[in-house]
């Protein structure tokens, strides 16, 4: 009896997927599977079904997919699940429980590897017959891609297996060779295990991004639509005042400021800043704000929106289970909604109201520059269903809540429990004395906040620069911040020293090492795994110990995806960066017995933005505040005397309260 099933497909939409991701893409009319590559786990023989075949419904390939594509006691398994699940639920017209698959690619992502099948293949050291396949791209590009029409290819528009049979037949192997890396990769991560937890969260993960959020369609095409001339009427004033011919050239652009009695060395963001809060001239002025604007790429997100929205106004697929690799945390994708631009406009209402009616005159007069009031506007564009509100619950301070439950810092503990302001505490245990937000010795609140944020994981001076953004705090003063910020907290700087022995002496010793809050370090196959307080593992793939010639002492060394070249590479960690890991991926599992609650009372949850969820809610449900909130609060079983709050808001679209 089949118990499993591994599934590879290849399909055909003239809509681009890597921009408009799976779900809009299956919505083309003319999307469709050309092929589906399977092996059932008790046979040896791989099977494949050519859907450009006439008479491919006859095949008993296709009858016995069927049967088992239908049959929840056959769980079925695809690298990257959610596009195979989701194209082949459009394709059949079936319904596809994500409760019956299995995705290879989170497996990979939990244990730290790479995210495409090439990178984990390479990352497992498969052999070349194991592979996949290469020229993979091409045959992609040339089947299941709209193609430009030529004379040279009778005007079509799209390549079919009869125009090029020989390059079909390559499809074909590619689609065999890719279920036979799957089913590789699959036996050599089999012996890791998937907790029944994370299966379930997967499975609320999937069924997040099925349902989706919707968008307020009307204002974005309008405020798109109006951007693209309105960047056309800035590049041409800017051509008038400096008679350049091309006034966003940064050369041609510092030659006219010299002109004008300005030398700049940059023209980022942080030096438009700096130069617009000077004493400049009103054309040069003007020239740096059409600059500043221009600069603007919010509306990029607004283009993105328009190129994924589905038919029922609905963005879905957004959110990317296990995204954020190590840690487990989810990554935003097409829109990018983890890096959405605060807003700040004192009547926010008006300004969507404007923008949805397309009326930007009157928006531009009340509000200034649209290019700086749209990029306040994308979280607006994400809407309640009708009849319903949001309902926005966010973790208070969750990672200071958590560092502090984990090291044992009581008096930070004592802090959250009472409903103190961490800042302001923080910054009173540094200097002795009592700090008040508005109120007495409340200046040093701000240095109490960026220590606070800079100093958890071991940052030092370059940490307290970053995160001092303004450069309030003089230079002479952040080594004295950040030793005032480690006094004031002992255990914290201690559970640094704690995990890096633990972490050494583990790879080591080949053995377990167990410190506080159920945390263990163990060795296995040459992988350092970090048990969590939950009972989550995360994995540091291939870690050793390596001589540092400058330190002049052992450091950790493992593989990873270098996060700025893309590539797979030794990375080097320590004791701070250990707890960051740590702190973040408890965090993690925190929002997700939260969003786990939330939805085991019926409530839809839309979306989730680092540790806050947007829940759609009906008017009438009254006390849908308070109860998630309360969810958000209510103590975890694996985390005894963990001060947990959620803080909410209700609102007819998504904002930052």
Known sequence: MHKLMGVDIETYSSVDLSKSGVYRYTEAPDFTV??????????????????????????????????????????????????????????????????????????????????????VGLALGLPEDKLKDPQGKALIQYFSKPCRPTRANGRRTRNLPAHDPGKWELYLSYNRQDVVTEQEILK??????????????????????????????????????????????????????????????????????????????????????????????????QVLEIRSALGKTSVKKYSAM??????????????????????????????????LARNSLPDLALARELASAGDFETLEVLFGEPSFVFSELIRTAFVASPGCRFVVSDFSAIEARVISWIAGEEWRLKTFRDGGDIYCATASQMYHRPVVKHGVNGELRQKGKVAEL???????????RRMDRDGAIPEEELQGIVDAWRRANPMIPKLWRTCELAAKTAIKEHRTVRIQRGIEFSYVNRNLFVRLPGGRKICYWGARLTL??????????????????????????????????????????????????????????????????????????????????????????????????????????????
């Open 454 to 464: 800079a100093c958890g994981y071991g940052g030092g001076v370059g940490a307290m």
């Open 188 to 285: 050599k991560l089999s012996i890791y295990k998937t907790t029944t937890a994370e299966q379930e969260l997967w499975n609320l993960d999937q069924q997040m991004n099925d349902h989706g959020v919707r968008l307020d369609r009307q204002m974005i095409e309008r405020i798109v639509s109006y951007d693209d001339q309105h960047r056309t009427d800035l590049q041409e004033q800017a051509k008038e005042l400096t008679g350049l011919s091309n006034p966003n050239s940064v050369s041609q652009l510092k030659g006219w400021l010299m002109t004008k009695g300005v030398e700049v060395d940059s023209l980022n963001k942080d030096a438009l800043s700096k130069l617009l809060d000077g004493d400049l001239s009103a054309d040069v002025r």
């Open 34 to 119: 050309l092929i589906i590559g399977f092996k059932f786990d008790d046979e040896d023989e791989l099977r494949q079904i050519d859907t450009t075949d006439p008479d491919f419904e006859l095949s008993d390939d296709w009858l016995d997919f069927s049967e088992a594509i239908a049959n929840p006691e056959i769980t079925k398994s695809a690298f990257n699940a959610n596009f195979e699940r989701v194209c082949l639920a459009k394709w059949l017209d079936k319904k596809m429980p994500p409760e019956q698959w299995r995705c290879t690619m989170v497996k990979a992502l939990s244990l730290g590897l790479p995210s495409s099948l090439m990178g």
């Open 548 to 657: 540092d010639d400058r330190m002049g002492r052992e450091s950790i060394v493992y593989m990873g995806t270098n996060q700025t070249t893309k590539r797979w590479e030794e990375t080097e960690t320590y004791g701070g960066k250990l707890v960051e890991n740590i702190v973040q991926a408890t965090a993690r599992d925190c929002l997700a017995v939260s969003m786990q609650r939330v939805s085991a009372k019926g409530y839809q949850i839309m979306m989730h933005v680092h540790d806050e969820m947007i829940v759609d809610v009906p008017i009438e449900d009254k006390d849908a505040l308070a109860t998630i909130n309360a969810c958000m609060a209510e103590p975890i079983s694996w985390a005894p005397g963990l001060p947990l709050k959620g803080d909410g808001y209700e609102t007819p679209f998504y904002l930052k309260d």
């Open 306 to 339: 328009q190129e994924a929205i589905c038919a029922d106004d609905h963005l879905r697929g957004i959110l990317q289970f296990y995204g954020a690799n190590r840690t487990g945390r989810w990554a935003g994708r097409l829109v990018q909604t983890h890096n």
